[in-house]
């Protein structure tokens, strides 16, 4: 997009709530960050790991979009893919199993001028996460969630996941998965997602296309990224990988992004399905919403200091 | 109403008139009767008069309707507790009269209302009976679309007749309450309350005036301990929260949603207990200390986030309103049962801050110490209070608001360098940099819930978690050579030492002063900072021969409450024993003597 220095999408004025905000930056000349001066530890995930790529994407945005590393907040739960933020040169939090959402809400909705990115895998986001994802998808609270989604639970060696297809064996299913896979494109329409988005890791121009519109949407932007775990469900993505034998099938450009039936009707394709973005609408965010009513609070205490308005209060319990 | 009712005079033929120093008026209906109502102007009626004031609610757990009371103690001189017994009783129906005439002390007045109540004979040998048909004569005073409504009005003014209470005062409150509302409904509450100010109460009875107060400098403030809690954490300069809703932390949380705006500030409801704690931690890592709070189940959801917040060393405040428990247990009975998982609740060694206010006032001042012990010890800090505390209104001299309140907001400022786990720190606290701190060495921090280095990134190292683990605990133990000793109230060397923490401060302090009375050497301590504890208490505990722990949850496997074990571990002291209940009551003075009478018996045996 720009080659201006304030990268971060500035939201309406109106949206800044006094929380905790520092002023808006001065517009400053500094040269964006090179990958070396983005990267931090070596990843721990195993060689092949389709995580290594979507890692490697987020570097790229950060270097292309210009952002500083102090004006972006990643935020992880728990799994392999969780232990994204270590592997980023900037502050971040590697919170609880399942609760990345919710943390990263009481940042996004206290810190307006940070541009939150939460990762994590398909188990924290839809098994014991899966009641926050619904709820942050709903209030619509503007920050960024990439799921890379495995089918598989690899940080514990191969258990069944959410996601993880009908007959798949796994040390939980020795004999198949007998419960059937959460869908999580129709999950995050269904919750109230106002950008839902799928890509795959083996095609690293799209993942950074969906990272960028979703960091530009200005809401809960849900990114469902395949990303093959080679140790313990290894080909799964293999149908959707032309260097396998497979198809990547575009969103045909004929998709209407606002029209929430045509979205869940992609959503319900047969693997390896399509891929782009599904479902993407301009609705107030939480943030907005809240900022509104300080706004409206706030101009009825105009002029006074915090102590006087308490005073107000004690002066009614006289 | 007290020994100390003194003067008595007689006008000719007219009702005497007694002098009270303090009154105990109890008013049984149900739920739905606006009994709370009277009591709340009674209670800042008393506030307005200098007069201190204690009130004691129940309330059903059910959805709408079900018995209900609201006992008020006003005094011209301190008033420690709610009242064991009270002097008067105002009962609406035959159940409120059965159920709680036991509460009346013998010689007192029963008020009922005789179109719903039928007197037992038996019974008016015994106690002063008035029966007045409040309900006809609230119709009668303001009309049948009324009905039930306007008969706590009424009554209000039966009582302010009773006690010659000031009425351009109780005008004014009165006047206050309905205010906003349609211009009819203060003319009808007014009228029913002249109207029952009018009625005469018949020659039977006499009636009561307040001996002056010892007039107190400045003015008080009414409010009950919810409120105070709430207006403490805004003093605090707390501006971010999140909870869930559950009886009884509910009016903290709506409380902040509805006052925070104010500032600039939001409270957010959440989807559960799980997703409340963990956005307050989220926006506390965004630079501002964020309260979460809950009650009974909600805490234990809470567990494993917190001790989150206690390794990544996050400044919290999480607010406990007791409850009975376990599980759903008894949501509006009142219990200290939590003293337990708010010290020691979660896996694993989290050492964290636990402190518990002893009153209404106590509870905005508690509100801005777990705040600042919160910021500057990046720690997660318990404020636990309890259902008897969260609802009863006390009136307190007013705060000066001007010099409490304070701002906290973060500081962004750029810095060289930065580790936030600096293990060379001798005290072993860790300053945060907020997300949005420029950090000049391009190192930046990470806030996890592994075990990690100075930097925050994991470590598997045995070396580095003993580290670590040292300094999580020192910070504590810094903060506890900080914490001034508690102290004794009555003589500091006695034959017994009643200790208690949080609600039953009161109560234990009014047995103390009967006890002293009566000849005995009963002393008291109160405990307000539970974890870590003060300094110096066992220097006390050695100038008693008992060491009575008074609290409101189960003696145990081995005999002891939960402070009782606390203190037993801590200081290896066999006379410390434990007077312990859980009727979901407040703690009856006569019931901590006649315990400690007998545990003392028993106790001696033992030895």
């Known amino acids: 997009m720009s080659t201006t220095t304030t990268q971060i999408p500035l939201r309406t004025a109106g949206n800044i709530t006094a929380v905790a905000s520092p002023a808006m930056p001065v517009p400053e000349d500094r040269k964006g960050l090179t990958k070396k001066e983005i990267a931090a530890d070596h990843p721990t995930w195993c060689p092949g790991c389709g995580d290594f790529s979507v890692l490697a994407l987020y570097f790229k945005l950060i270097e292309k979009r210009k952002l500083w590393h102090e004006k972006i907040t990643t935020v992880a739960g728990i799994g392999c893919s969780s232990r994204f933020p270590y592997f980023v040169q900037a502050h971040g939090a590697h919170y609880i199993h399942g609760r990345a959402l919710p943390f990263a809400s009481g940042i996004s909705l206290s810190r307006p001028d940070l541009h939150v990115f939460v990762f994590g895998g398909d188990g924290d986001a839809f098994s014991i996460g899966g009641n926050h994802f619904n709820h942050t998808a709903r209030k619509n609270i503007k920050l960024t969630y990439c799921v890379m989604d495995n089918w598989v639970y690899g940080l514990t060696k191969k258990q069944t996941s959410p996601t993880s297809p009908l007959g798949f064996k796994s040390k939980t299913d020795q004999w198949g998965a007998v419960d059937y896979p959460i869908n999580p494109m129709k999950q995050a329409i269904a919750a109230g997602a106002t950008f839902v988005a799928r890509t795959t890791h083996t095609n690293p121009n799209h993942v950074l296309q969906m990272m960028e519109a979703a960091m530009d949407h200005d809401g809960f932007s849900f990114i469902e990224c395949l990303s093959e775990c080679v140790e313990f469900y290894e080909g799964a993505f293999d149908s959707s990988n032309p260097r396998k034998g497979g198809v990547f099938n575009a969103v045909p450009p004929t998709h209407d992004v606002t029209d929430e039936a045509a979205a869940y009707k992609l959503a319900g394709e047969e693997f390896p399905g399509s891929f782009g973005i599904f479902y993407k609408v301009n609705k107030p965010t939480k943030n907005t919403r809240e900022a509104g009513i300080n706004q409206t609070m706030g101009e009825k205490f105009k002029g006074l200091k915090d102590w006087q308005i308490l005073q107000k209060n004690f002066d009614r319990m006289k | ?607």
Not at chain 2, 95 to 124: C, F, T
Not at chain 2, 526 to 537: A, E, F, S, V, Y
Request: hydrophobic fraction near 35%; charged fraction near 20%; charge should be neutral.
């Open chain 2, 1 to 607: 109403m007290s020994d100390s009712a003194v003067v008595t005079q007689t006008n000719g033929g007219a009702p005497k008139i007694s002098k009270i120093s303090e009154a105990v008026i109890r008013i049984a209906g149900n739920s739905q009767d606006g009994i709370q109502a009277i009591g709340g102007f009674l209670a800042r009626l008393a506030g307005r008069s200098e007069q201190e004031v204690m009130t004691f609610m129940t309330i059903p757990s059910t959805i709408s309707g079900g018995p209900s009371i609201f006992q008020v103690r006003i005094g011209s001189g301190e008033v420690l507790s709610s009242g064991d017994e009270a002097d008067v009783l105002l009962a609406f129906y035959q159940h409120s009269y059965e159920d709680h005439l036991n509460s009346l002390r013998k010689g007192g007045i029963v008020l009922y209302d005789s179109d719903h109540v039928e007197a037992n004979p038996e019974w008016q040998k015994n106690y002063h009976h008035i029966g007045i048909p409040i309900s006809s004569l609230t119709v009668e005073a303001i009309g049948g679309t009324a009905k039930d409504k306007g008969k706590n009005i009424y009554s209000l003014g039966l009582i302010a007749k009773m006690f010659d209470l000031n009425i351009p005062k109780l005008e004014k409150l009165v006047t206050e309450r309905f205010t906003g509302k349609d211009q009819s409904i203060v003319k009808n509450a007014l009228a029913a309350f002249h109207a029952g100010y009018a009625h005469s109460l018949g020659g039977v009875l006499e009636t009561f005036k307040f001996v002056d107060s010892q007039s107190k400098a400045g003015q008080q403030v009414v409010m009950n301990g919810n409120e105070a809690l709430g207006y403490g954490l805004i003093a605090a300069g707390v501006r971010f929260g999140a909870g869930y809703p559950i009886t009884p932390w509910s009016d903290i949380m709506e409380l902040l949603r509805r006052e925070l705006p104010k500032y600039g500030g939001s409270f957010i409801q959440t989807e559960d207990e799980i997703a409340a704690i963990s956005m307050a931690i989220g926006a506390s890592y965004g630079g501002r200390v964020a309260v979460t709070g809950s009650s009974g189940p909600g805490i234990s959801l809470k567990t494993e986030a917190l001790g989150w917040a206690v390794m990544a060393e996050m400044p919290l405040v999480i607010v406990d309103v007791q409850r009975g428990g376990p599980s759903t247990g008894m949501p509006t009975s009142i219990e200290q049962s939590d003293l337990n998982i708010a010290c020691f609740g979660g896996h694993g060694d989290a050492p964290r801050v636990v402190i518990a206010p002893a009153d209404v006032e106590d509870c905005f001042y508690t509100a801005i110490e777990a705040v600042n012990i919160a910021r500057k010890y990046s720690v997660p800090v318990f404020i636990i209070t309890d259902q008897g505390i969260a609802t009863r209104i006390e009136a307190f001299p007013e705060p000066n608001l001007e010099k409490v309140c304070q701002d906290i907001a973060p500081d962004f400022k750029p810095v060289a360098d930065h580790k936030p786990y600096d293990l060379s720190k001798p005290d072993g606290i860790t300053q945060h940099l907020p997300p949005g701190t420029r950090i000049g060495s391009g190192k930046y921090p990470i806030v996890t819930g592994l075990e990690h280095d100075e930097l925050g990134h994991p470590t598997g190292s045995p070396k580095l978690h003993m580290q670590m683990m040292a300094k999580r605990r020192k910070k504590l133990q810094a903060l506890g050579t900080t914490l001034p000793t508690p102290k004794v109230y009555g003589p500091p060397e006695g034959n017994i030492l009643l200790v208690g923490w949080g609600s039953t401060q009161g109560p234990i302090k009014e047995a103390v002063d009967r006890s002293r009375a009566a000849g005995d050497s009963v002393s008291s301590l109160h405990i307000k900072h539970l974890n870590p504890l003060p300094p110096g208490l066992d220097n006390i505990f050695s100038g008693f021969n008992h060491v009575l722990v008074v609290e409101m949850n189960d003696e145990g496997l081995y005999g002891f409450g939960q402070l009782g074990s606390l203190l037993r571990s801590r200081y290896c002291d066999p006379k410390i024993r434990g007077i312990t209940k859980t009727d979901g009551l407040t703690f009856k003075v006569k019931e901590i003597l006649e315990r400690a009478k007998a545990n003392v018996a028993e106790g001696l045996r033992k030895m």
